[in-house]
């Protein structure tokens, strides 16, 4: 590196990746941003050592990856969340003097995926979601924490870094229900998620088997059906909820779950403006500005989801009104 300037060899290149790698991951706060962030700098590495081993990090070498990219099957999505980690990887190394100024620039203009039309995603209907949260085996202490974890991610909307991430001082009385406060989210967004009755029992369910007092929740459970650990991952709950998925025959994710209670809340009735202040969405500040509105901790959205618990008897509770 000279005269900052990246000399167009493979070392100098590499060496200079991995240096600025970390930097650009303590850019971003969210845990699954860094992992995805990572990946799509490790999956640049291994193809510029493989393919543009001597042609030095240019517009060209970008747009060629981006071509790569494209021709291996991945979704527009996961393409523009790589390309948006490489030309943060050539803003900080052009910040840290390891890369011109014009070539940072440069590489910043190579375009994303053109997203046509909007996607809607997939998501649950009430029966499905009243099966998937019933689908673990309440005969173990992995069954007892997956109806929990299931319960809280279809009952409050919550993303799998937020739930991985939840502990039991999280959870407390306001007004006379249970609510997840002060839950800090996306982009530093801090929020209160009313805690439907239905998700609450599960969650007391677990928590009391597993004998857990304090701190996180939602704990790891060995094979022999033990506790492993002092807290999930946001890839374990993904993992977890894939298990469901998969035995149920349906691809649903974590974040179809979050879209499963916006859309059952919605259907069942409950404000918008509700649903946005339990989901955390970027545009409820804009909205609390400009309309006032203020969060319904009594007749919460999670209340209008239409979902039971079945019992130990095998009967069903009536479901709330």
């Known amino acids: 590196m000279y005269n900052g ?24 706060t969210s845990m699954e941003s860094k992992r995805i962030y990572g990946r799509g700098i490790d999956r640049f590495v291994t193809w510029v050592q493989s393919e543009r081993p001597s042609t030095g990090f240019t517009k060209a070498t970008v747009q060629a990856f981006r071509s790569h990219l494209i021709a291996s099957g991945l979704s527009s999505s996961s393409i523009n969340l790589y390309l948006t ?8 190394a052009a910040d840290n003097g390891a890369l011109s100024a014009e070539v940072a620039a440069a590489i910043g203009r190579v375009k994303g995926m053109k997203r046509e039309g909007v996607r809607i995603g997939n998501w649950l209907t009430a029966p499905e979601s009243e099966s998937f949260i019933n689908s673990p085996n309440l ?75 304090t701190g996180r929740i939602f704990l790891p459970v060995n094979k022999a059906d033990r506790l492993s650990g002092k807290g999930m991952s946001a890839q374990s709950v993904f993992v977890a909820v894939k298990r469901y998925a998969g035995q149920l025959r349906t691809t649903i994710t974590p974040h179809d779950l979050r879209r499963t209670f916006a859309r059952l809340a919605h259907k069942g009735k409950a404000p918008i403006e509700q649903i946005q202040f339990s989901l955390g969405h970027a545009s409820l500040v804009t909205s609390q500005r400009y309309v006032g509105v203020q969060q319904d901790l009594i007749d919460a959205p999670c209340d209008r989801l239409g979902l039971r618990l079945s019992s130990a008897t095998g009967q069903q509770p009536p479901t709330t009104p």
């Open 85 to 92: 980690a490489i030309r943060r990887l050539a803003i900080e």
């Open 139 to 213: 005969n173990t202490l992995k069954g007892k924490r997956d109806r929990a974890l299931l319960a809280i991610l279809i009952g409050c909307g919550l993303r799998r870094q937020e739930a991985a991430s939840l502990t039991l001082e999280d959870v407390q009385e306001r007004e006379g229900r249970s609510v997840i406060v002060d839950l800090r989210g996306k982009g530093r967004r801090i929020r209160s998620v009313p805690v439907p009755s239905w998700a609450k029992e599960a969650l007391d369910d677990w928590t009391v088997a597993a004998g857990v007092q």
């Open 5 to 28: 300037v990246m000399e167009p060899t493979a070392t100098d290149q590499i060496e200079v990746i991995r240096r600025i790698r970390p930097v650009v991951l303590d850019s971003v």
